[in-house]
Protein backbone atom coordinates (compact mmCIF):
# COMPACT_ATOMS: atom_id res chain seq x y z
CA UNK A 1 0.00 0.00 0.00
CA UNK A 2 2.72 2.57 0.87
CA UNK A 3 4.86 1.67 -1.98
CA UNK A 4 1.56 2.84 -4.20
CA UNK A 5 0.64 6.01 -2.21
CA UNK A 6 5.09 6.77 -2.86
CA UNK A 7 4.47 6.13 -6.95
CA UNK A 8 1.13 8.30 -6.75
CA UNK A 9 2.77 11.05 -5.01
CA UNK A 10 5.25 11.57 -7.89
CA UNK A 11 2.19 12.56 -10.11
CA UNK A 12 -0.17 14.02 -7.25
CA UNK A 13 2.05 17.00 -5.14
CA UNK A 14 -0.39 16.46 -2.11
CA UNK A 15 0.53 12.65 -2.22
CA UNK A 16 3.91 13.39 -0.82
CA UNK A 17 2.99 13.55 2.37
CA UNK A 18 2.91 9.44 2.35
CA UNK A 19 6.70 9.88 2.27
CA UNK A 20 7.38 11.42 6.07
CA UNK A 21 7.66 8.96 8.85
CA UNK A 22 5.37 12.07 11.19
CA UNK A 23 2.49 11.60 8.91
CA UNK A 24 2.68 7.79 8.66
CA UNK A 25 3.44 7.14 11.86
CA UNK A 26 0.32 9.04 13.27
CA UNK A 27 -1.56 7.51 10.36
CA UNK A 28 -0.62 4.28 11.86
CA UNK A 29 -2.07 4.71 15.09
CA UNK A 30 -5.30 6.01 13.96
CA UNK A 31 -5.44 2.70 12.25
CA UNK A 32 -5.04 0.62 14.45
CA UNK A 33 -6.88 2.03 17.39
CA UNK A 34 -10.05 2.39 14.96
CA UNK A 35 -9.59 -1.16 13.52
CA UNK A 36 -9.53 -2.55 17.56
CA UNK A 37 -12.45 0.06 18.43
CA UNK A 38 -14.47 -0.90 15.44
CA UNK A 39 -13.77 -5.01 15.56
CA UNK A 40 -13.00 -5.62 19.18
CA UNK A 41 -16.68 -6.47 20.73
CA UNK A 42 -17.27 -9.09 18.10
CA UNK A 43 -13.60 -10.76 18.72
CA UNK A 44 -14.45 -10.54 22.65
CA UNK A 45 -17.99 -11.82 22.12
CA UNK A 46 -16.55 -14.91 19.98
CA UNK A 47 -13.42 -15.65 22.65
CA UNK A 48 -16.09 -15.69 25.11
CA UNK A 49 -18.23 -18.39 23.17
CA UNK A 50 -15.34 -20.25 22.24
CA UNK A 51 -13.78 -20.07 26.21
CA UNK A 52 -16.54 -21.04 27.90
CA UNK A 53 -15.15 -20.49 31.48
CA UNK A 54 -12.93 -17.79 30.15
CA UNK A 55 -9.07 -18.19 31.74
CA UNK A 56 -8.19 -19.78 34.49
CA UNK A 57 -7.59 -18.10 37.62
CA UNK A 58 -4.01 -19.17 39.76
CA UNK A 59 -5.26 -20.30 42.78
CA UNK A 60 -2.38 -19.60 44.46
CA UNK A 61 -2.92 -15.83 43.39
CA UNK A 62 -4.74 -13.07 45.30
CA UNK A 63 -7.99 -14.59 46.35
CA UNK A 64 -10.16 -11.51 45.52
CA UNK A 65 -9.48 -12.36 42.03
CA UNK A 66 -10.67 -15.88 42.15
CA UNK A 67 -14.43 -14.09 42.19
CA UNK A 68 -13.97 -11.25 40.88
CA UNK A 69 -12.40 -11.93 37.55
CA UNK A 70 -13.61 -15.18 36.76
CA UNK A 71 -15.14 -15.85 33.46
CA UNK A 72 -12.98 -13.40 31.88
CA UNK A 73 -11.85 -14.56 28.35
CA UNK A 74 -8.42 -14.32 27.12
CA UNK A 75 -5.97 -13.68 24.15
CA UNK A 76 -7.18 -10.68 24.14
CA UNK A 77 -3.83 -9.89 22.22
CA UNK A 78 -5.01 -10.92 19.31
CA UNK A 79 -7.11 -7.90 18.60
CA UNK A 80 -3.56 -5.77 19.24
CA UNK A 81 -1.90 -7.77 17.29
CA UNK A 82 -4.48 -7.66 14.26
CA UNK A 83 -4.64 -3.90 14.46
CA UNK A 84 -1.04 -3.69 14.32
CA UNK A 85 -0.29 -6.09 11.73
CA UNK A 86 -3.27 -4.30 9.55
CA UNK A 87 -1.63 -0.68 10.38
CA UNK A 88 1.73 -1.82 9.52
CA UNK A 89 0.64 -3.30 6.22
CA UNK A 90 -1.04 -0.31 5.47
CA UNK A 91 2.02 2.50 6.35
CA UNK A 92 4.94 1.09 7.37
CA UNK A 93 7.60 0.03 4.32
CA UNK A 94 7.59 -3.08 4.10
CA UNK A 95 11.19 -3.76 2.50
CA UNK A 96 12.98 -2.05 5.50
CA UNK A 97 14.62 -4.88 7.34
CA UNK A 98 14.64 -3.72 10.20
CA UNK A 99 10.47 -3.64 10.21
CA UNK A 100 10.68 -7.15 8.84
CA UNK A 101 12.64 -8.27 11.78
CA UNK A 102 10.47 -6.59 14.29
CA UNK A 103 7.33 -7.87 12.85
CA UNK A 104 8.91 -11.65 12.74
CA UNK A 105 9.43 -11.49 16.36
CA UNK A 106 6.05 -10.27 17.32
CA UNK A 107 4.55 -12.75 15.25
CA UNK A 108 6.93 -15.39 16.79
CA UNK A 109 6.23 -14.63 20.04
CA UNK A 110 2.12 -13.93 19.47
CA UNK A 111 1.94 -17.54 18.28
CA UNK A 112 4.09 -19.12 21.11
CA UNK A 113 1.64 -16.86 23.88
CA UNK A 114 -1.59 -17.63 21.64
CA UNK A 115 -0.40 -21.69 21.92
CA UNK A 116 0.29 -20.73 25.55
CA UNK A 117 -3.18 -19.22 25.89
CA UNK A 118 -5.09 -22.11 24.08
CA UNK A 119 -3.29 -24.86 26.51
CA UNK A 120 -4.89 -23.01 29.78
CA UNK A 121 -8.37 -22.62 28.10
CA UNK A 122 -8.58 -25.98 27.05
CA UNK A 123 -7.20 -27.71 29.53
CA UNK A 124 -8.27 -25.19 32.45
CA UNK A 125 -5.63 -24.97 33.93
CA UNK A 126 -3.19 -22.26 34.59
CA UNK A 127 -0.65 -24.34 33.28
CA UNK A 128 0.53 -23.70 29.65
CA UNK A 129 3.18 -24.57 27.77
CA UNK A 130 6.53 -26.48 28.94
CA UNK A 131 8.68 -23.60 30.18
CA UNK A 132 11.63 -24.93 28.47
CA UNK A 133 10.26 -25.62 25.46
CA UNK A 134 8.74 -22.32 25.33
CA UNK A 135 12.26 -20.36 26.43
CA UNK A 136 14.03 -22.55 23.55
CA UNK A 137 11.47 -21.23 20.65
CA UNK A 138 12.15 -17.80 22.39
CA UNK A 139 15.48 -17.90 21.96
CA UNK A 140 15.66 -19.58 18.29
CA UNK A 141 13.23 -16.58 17.29
CA UNK A 142 15.17 -13.84 18.55
CA UNK A 143 18.29 -15.77 17.62
CA UNK A 144 17.33 -15.59 14.24
CA UNK A 145 16.11 -11.97 14.19
CA UNK A 146 19.46 -10.88 15.91
CA UNK A 147 21.03 -12.27 13.29
CA UNK A 148 19.70 -10.54 10.75
CA UNK A 149 19.83 -6.85 12.67
CA UNK A 150 23.91 -7.38 12.77
CA UNK A 151 23.71 -8.19 8.78
CA UNK A 152 21.77 -5.65 8.11
CA UNK A 153 24.37 -3.03 9.36
CA UNK A 154 27.60 -1.99 9.28
CA UNK A 155 30.18 -3.88 11.04
CA UNK A 156 31.39 -3.71 13.40
CA UNK A 157 28.61 -0.84 14.34
CA UNK A 158 26.02 -3.48 13.89
CA UNK A 159 27.34 -5.91 16.87
CA UNK A 160 28.40 -3.28 18.87
CA UNK A 161 26.67 -2.23 22.06
CA UNK A 162 26.27 1.36 22.68
CA UNK A 163 26.83 3.23 26.16
CA UNK A 164 23.89 5.60 27.69
CA UNK A 165 25.61 9.07 28.52
CA UNK A 166 28.63 8.68 26.21
CA UNK A 167 28.49 9.62 22.79
CA UNK A 168 31.97 8.26 21.44
CA UNK A 169 32.22 4.47 22.73
CA UNK A 170 31.42 1.20 21.57
CA UNK A 171 31.75 -1.64 23.07
CA UNK A 172 32.14 -4.51 19.86
CA UNK A 173 30.85 -7.84 20.93
CA UNK A 174 31.27 -9.27 17.52
CA UNK A 175 29.70 -13.29 17.81
CA UNK A 176 28.13 -12.67 21.68
CA UNK A 177 26.25 -9.76 20.14
CA UNK A 178 23.63 -12.24 18.92
CA UNK A 179 23.31 -14.29 22.43
CA UNK A 180 23.31 -11.04 23.87
CA UNK A 181 20.76 -9.50 21.74
CA UNK A 182 18.53 -12.84 22.28
CA UNK A 183 18.53 -12.42 25.99
CA UNK A 184 17.46 -9.03 25.54
CA UNK A 185 14.48 -9.78 23.64
CA UNK A 186 13.39 -13.02 25.17
CA UNK A 187 13.75 -11.16 28.83
CA UNK A 188 11.61 -8.19 27.68
CA UNK A 189 8.93 -10.37 25.92
CA UNK A 190 8.81 -12.55 29.22
CA UNK A 191 9.02 -9.45 31.78
CA UNK A 192 5.43 -8.03 29.86
CA UNK A 193 4.46 -11.20 30.19
CA UNK A 194 4.78 -10.94 34.12
CA UNK A 195 3.62 -7.61 34.60
CA UNK A 196 0.06 -8.41 33.06
CA UNK A 197 -1.86 -9.62 35.86
CA UNK A 198 -3.92 -6.91 36.80
CA UNK A 199 -6.59 -5.29 34.81
CA UNK A 200 -4.92 -2.32 32.14
CA UNK A 201 -1.25 -2.93 34.80
CA UNK A 202 0.73 -3.66 31.13
CA UNK A 203 -0.81 -2.21 28.47
CA UNK A 204 -0.15 1.37 29.78
CA UNK A 205 3.50 1.09 30.57
CA UNK A 206 3.94 -0.99 26.89
CA UNK A 207 2.44 1.92 25.68
CA UNK A 208 4.83 4.37 27.29
CA UNK A 209 7.47 2.79 26.53
CA UNK A 210 6.82 2.07 22.62
CA UNK A 211 6.14 6.25 22.49
CA UNK A 212 9.71 6.89 24.01
CA UNK A 213 10.95 3.84 21.31
CA UNK A 214 9.05 5.56 18.81
CA UNK A 215 10.72 8.99 19.74
CA UNK A 216 14.30 6.86 19.72
CA UNK A 217 13.93 5.34 16.46
CA UNK A 218 12.60 8.31 14.68
CA UNK A 219 15.80 10.09 15.90
CA UNK A 220 18.54 7.96 15.06
CA UNK A 221 17.37 7.14 11.99
CA UNK A 222 17.54 10.25 10.93
CA UNK A 223 21.14 11.51 10.39
CA UNK A 224 20.46 15.33 11.09
CA UNK A 225 18.89 15.14 14.26
CA UNK A 226 21.38 12.26 15.23
CA UNK A 227 24.22 13.92 15.01
CA UNK A 228 22.84 17.08 16.91
CA UNK A 229 21.82 15.00 19.54
CA UNK A 230 25.41 13.39 19.43
CA UNK A 231 23.72 9.88 19.33
CA UNK A 232 24.47 7.28 17.20
CA UNK A 233 22.72 7.30 13.77
CA UNK A 234 21.17 3.82 12.48
CA UNK A 235 19.97 4.42 8.72
CA UNK A 236 16.62 2.54 8.76
CA UNK A 237 15.54 2.57 12.12
CA UNK A 238 13.40 5.68 11.91
CA UNK A 239 10.84 3.53 9.98
CA UNK A 240 9.99 1.16 13.37
CA UNK A 241 8.30 4.36 14.52
CA UNK A 242 5.62 3.36 12.43
CA UNK A 243 5.30 0.52 14.50
CA UNK A 244 5.33 2.01 17.85
CA UNK A 245 2.73 4.03 16.57
CA UNK A 246 0.66 1.12 15.86
CA UNK A 247 0.84 -0.35 18.77
CA UNK A 248 0.05 2.89 20.83
CA UNK A 249 -3.34 3.00 18.81
CA UNK A 250 -3.82 -1.16 19.30
CA UNK A 251 -3.14 -0.40 23.24
CA UNK A 252 -5.87 2.29 23.14
CA UNK A 253 -8.15 0.29 21.14
CA UNK A 254 -7.66 -2.22 24.11
CA UNK A 255 -7.58 -0.60 26.81
CA UNK A 256 -11.10 0.28 26.10
CA UNK A 257 -11.89 -2.99 26.61
CA UNK A 258 -9.47 -4.18 29.52
CA UNK A 259 -9.70 -0.91 31.84
CA UNK A 260 -11.15 -2.61 34.85
CA UNK A 261 -13.30 -4.62 35.57
CA UNK A 262 -11.90 -5.64 32.55
CA UNK A 263 -14.25 -7.72 29.62
CA UNK A 264 -11.08 -8.99 28.48
CA UNK A 265 -7.27 -10.21 28.97
CA UNK A 266 -4.54 -9.35 27.07
CA UNK A 267 -2.94 -13.14 28.02
CA UNK A 268 0.09 -13.97 26.84
CA UNK A 269 -0.76 -14.03 23.26
CA UNK A 270 -0.31 -10.46 23.47
CA UNK A 271 2.25 -10.06 26.26
CA UNK A 272 4.63 -11.73 24.75
CA UNK A 273 3.87 -10.45 21.28
CA UNK A 274 4.35 -6.46 22.53
CA UNK A 275 7.57 -7.72 25.01
CA UNK A 276 9.30 -9.22 22.23
CA UNK A 277 8.55 -6.17 19.75
CA UNK A 278 9.40 -3.62 22.43
CA UNK A 279 12.98 -5.74 22.71
CA UNK A 280 13.60 -5.78 19.48
CA UNK A 281 12.99 -2.43 18.66
CA UNK A 282 15.78 -1.66 21.59
CA UNK A 283 18.14 -3.83 19.95
CA UNK A 284 17.65 -2.19 16.46
CA UNK A 285 18.25 1.20 17.51
CA UNK A 286 21.21 0.27 19.89
CA UNK A 287 19.45 1.07 22.83
CA UNK A 288 19.68 -1.95 24.64
CA UNK A 289 20.64 -0.26 28.40
CA UNK A 290 18.43 2.31 27.74
CA UNK A 291 15.61 -0.18 27.51
CA UNK A 292 16.73 -1.18 31.40
CA UNK A 293 15.60 2.32 32.13
CA UNK A 294 12.54 2.75 30.41
CA UNK A 295 11.66 -0.82 30.76
CA UNK A 296 12.45 -0.08 34.26
CA UNK A 297 9.07 -1.66 35.36
CA UNK A 298 9.16 -4.76 33.85
CA UNK A 299 12.47 -5.41 35.17
CA UNK A 300 11.18 -4.45 38.48
CA UNK A 301 8.34 -7.06 37.89
CA UNK A 302 11.04 -9.81 36.74
CA UNK A 303 13.39 -9.45 38.99
CA UNK A 304 10.66 -9.76 42.40
CA UNK A 305 9.59 -13.11 40.36
CA UNK A 306 13.63 -14.58 40.48
CA UNK A 307 14.42 -12.75 43.78
CA UNK A 308 11.35 -14.94 45.16
CA UNK A 309 11.82 -18.29 43.75
CA UNK A 310 16.08 -17.74 44.66
CA UNK A 311 14.55 -17.05 47.75
CA UNK A 312 12.34 -19.63 48.93
CA UNK A 313 14.51 -22.71 47.35
CA UNK A 314 17.85 -21.33 49.51
CA UNK A 315 16.46 -20.35 52.22
CA UNK A 316 12.73 -21.70 52.44
CA UNK A 317 11.63 -17.95 52.93
CA UNK A 318 9.54 -15.58 50.74
CA UNK A 319 11.55 -11.79 50.31
CA UNK A 320 7.65 -10.74 49.28
CA UNK A 321 3.86 -11.43 50.18
CA UNK A 322 3.55 -12.66 46.93
CA UNK A 323 5.03 -12.39 43.41
CA UNK A 324 5.22 -10.92 40.95
CA UNK A 325 5.79 -7.31 43.07
CA UNK A 326 1.61 -6.21 41.91
CA UNK A 327 0.42 -8.81 43.79
CA UNK A 328 3.30 -7.89 46.98
CA UNK A 329 0.99 -4.28 47.14
CA UNK A 330 -2.17 -5.98 47.02
CA UNK A 331 -1.48 -7.86 49.61
CA UNK A 332 -0.54 -5.13 51.83
CA UNK A 333 -3.82 -3.67 51.45
CA UNK A 334 -3.42 -1.55 48.27
CA UNK A 335 -6.38 -1.89 46.07
CA UNK A 336 -6.53 -2.99 42.24
CA UNK A 337 -6.93 0.44 40.77
CA UNK A 338 -4.68 1.97 43.36
CA UNK A 339 -1.65 -0.82 42.03
CA UNK A 340 -2.26 -0.08 38.71
CA UNK A 341 -2.22 3.61 38.19
CA UNK A 342 0.72 3.80 40.23
CA UNK A 343 2.55 1.92 38.71
CA UNK A 344 1.71 3.30 35.18
CA UNK A 345 3.29 6.71 36.90
CA UNK A 346 6.24 5.08 37.63
CA UNK A 347 6.58 4.01 34.81
CA UNK A 348 5.69 7.84 32.98
CA UNK A 349 8.88 8.81 35.38
CA UNK A 350 11.04 6.09 34.27
CA UNK A 351 10.34 7.07 30.71
CA UNK A 352 11.25 10.68 30.85
CA UNK A 353 14.83 9.46 32.63
CA UNK A 354 15.37 7.00 29.65
CA UNK A 355 14.73 9.89 27.40
CA UNK A 356 17.28 12.22 29.27
CA UNK A 357 20.19 9.79 27.64
CA UNK A 358 19.51 11.13 24.81
CA UNK A 359 20.80 14.32 25.51
CA UNK A 360 23.16 13.83 28.45
CA UNK A 361 26.33 12.86 26.32
Same mark, same amino acid.
Given at each position: ????????? +????????????????? @?????????? /????????????????????????????????????????????????????????????????????????????? /?????? *???????????? *??????? /???????????????? +?????????? /?????????????????????????????????????????? @??????????????????????????????????????????????????????????????????????????????????????????????????????????????????? @????????????????????????????????????????
Amino acid at each position: MLLLLTELS +DAIPGFNVFRYITFRGG @MATVTAMLFV /FLFGPSIIKRLRARQGKGQPIREDGPQSHIIAKAGTPTMGGLMILAGLFVSVFLWADLTNPYVQTVIFVTFGFGAIG /FYDDYL *KVSKQSHKGFSG *KVRLAIE /FLIAGLACFYIAHSGE +DPFATSLTIP /FVKDFLLNLGYFFIPFAAFVIVGTGNAVNLTDGLDGLAIVPV @MIAMGSFGFIAYLSGNAIFADYLQIHNVAGTGELAIICGAIIGAGLGFLWFNAPPAAIFMGDTGSLGLGGALGTIAVATKHEIVLVIIGGLFVLEALSVIIQVFSYKTTGKRVFR @MAPIHHHFEQKGWTEPQVVIRFWIIAFILALIGLTTLKLR
